[in-house]
Each structure stands twice: as C-alpha cells, then as structure tokens.
C-alpha cells in the first residue's frame, strides 16, 4: 500500500496557510445541513447522498457526504466530472499543492492504511483537482474506508469536497511549494 503522506500533505497545507492568513483564526467552523444561498456551484451533490454536511472554514467552501455506490465509483467520479466540464472547470494532471504528484485523473485509485485512526483503516482513495480560468480550485476525495483486517467496505463512498477561491489557491500553492523546498533542502543536507 502507498504511504499516506502524500494524501495528507494537503488537508495540513491547507490549515497552515488558513491560520496563517488570518490572525484570529479563533473563528469556529461555520456547518449547514443545507446548501447556503451562493455557495459555489462547483461543489456537487450526487443523488441520494445521505450524511450531508455543508462547511465554511478558513475561506473554504466544504462539502462532504456518503453515497451507496460499488468500488471504483466510476458513475460517481463520472458525473462530477462531467458537471465540472460543463462548468468550465479543467482537470489538473498534478496535484495542485504537489506539483510532480499525479493526480488521480492520471493514477486513478491508490490505497494506504491509516495508521492515526484506533483501530487501524484501510482508505482506498481517489483524488483530484480541477482549475478554472479564474483561478479557483475545486479538490474532491472519493473515499471507502473500512477497518483494516476486516471485511472489506467497497460500497458506502465517502465524497469530500473543497472550494478554494483564487487568491487563498494562489497563496496556498506559494506556501506549499516554499515548504516543500525548505523540506527538500534539509533532506539533502
């Protein structure tokens, strides 16, 4: 299985360069059960989601919910994909905080066991990015999870969804890129 570094580089960048962009981040997470009035369009709903939570955090537009759909949730990935196309929304290659990274457009699906979760889970994980010509930047995790040893959960998907609008994309990258070349510097050394 892969290392779960790499998929959680982003969720940590994020939070980073959140807290660093606003010194009073002491604001809470802003949480609907429904979709507020002008939240982007780029944050899709699938059809008989359950669990939907709708988040405000840092700048971000957050949507997160479940989906009975059987691994590899190709009509899932498939209709989201395609509603983002008829956005205007262009697919990134690479991970947009990990330039050199694919991104699942191009690797597909990756699995690692999450060894921070009691007891231990095994993620099958699918993750991209889409652009648009603005700037903003749409990330969506497709997710099963399942205690590792047991039997395997391959048909409740997780779908995670985060807006990042231009200038937080924008600053997010330069602070990834910059850590990500002190991290080098000192792996060199």
């Not at 700037?135 to 998907?157: I, N, P, Q």
Request: net charge negative; aromatic share 12%.
């Amino acid at each position: 299985m892969k290392s779960a570094r790499s998929f959680l580089l982003f969720p940590i960048l994020l939070m980073v360069v959140a807290c660093s962009a606003d010194d009073s981040f002491d604001e809470s997470i802003k949480t609907f059960d429904k979709k507020p009035p002008n939240y982007p369009d780029a944050l899709i709903l699938l059809p008989n989601a359950s669990e939907i939570r709708y988040y405000e955090l840092a700048g971000t537009y957050q949507l997160t919910y479940r989906v009975s759909v059987e691994y590899p949730a190709k009509p899932a990935i498939a209709t989201i994909s395609e509603e983002l196309k008829r956005l205007n929304w262009a697919p990134l290659g690479e991970d947009y905080l990990n330039p050199g990274l694919s991104s699942s457009h191009v690797r597909g699906w990756t699995s690692f066991e999450d060894a921070t979760k009691k007891p231990r889970q095994t993620v099958h994980q699918w993750l991209a990015d889409w652009e648009n010509q603005t700037g903003e930047v749409v990330t969506y995790g497709f997710r099963y999870e399942y205690e590792s040893g047991k039997a395997e959960d391959l048909r409740h998907l997780t779908v995670i969804a985060i807006f990042i609008p231009a200038p937080l994309a924008k600053q997010t990258r330069e602070q990834a890129l910059e850590f990500t070349k002190k991290h080098n510097a000192e792996k060199a050394k």
